[in-house]
């Protein structure tokens, strides 16, 4: 899948987690930054990323999945 499409999906999946129809996904962008993100709210993320992607990540990668960066290019790595 191209990474432009991995973006716009993961775009649509954050808005509607974190309840934010403008927002605009950074890749150095960390929960820190979104109104919202706690570990809870991660973890919803997480489940939804993994079902609309068809993908089911390891304890290894969900431990890497720090910014918006790192969930793009793990992303990538298992859609290739």
Do not use: P, Y
């Not at 990474?3 to 987690?17: A, M, Q, Y």
């Not at 996904?25 to 570990?39: I, K």
């Not at 290894?60 to 793990?74: H, M, P, S, Y």
């Amino acid at each position: 899948m191209e990474r432009n499409l991995i973006e716009s999906k993961l775009t649509e999946i954050f808005r509607e987690v974190f309840n934010d129809s403008a927002l605009v996904l950074q890749e150095d962008m960390t929960a820190n930054d979104v109104e919202n993100w706690d570990s809870l709210t991660h973890m919803m993320m997480i489940a939804k990323v993994e079902e609309a992607f068809g993908v089911k990540f390891r304890l290894k990668e969900l431990n890497k999945l720090k910014r918006v960066g790192d969930i793009i290019a793990v992303l990538e790595e298992k859609l290739s």
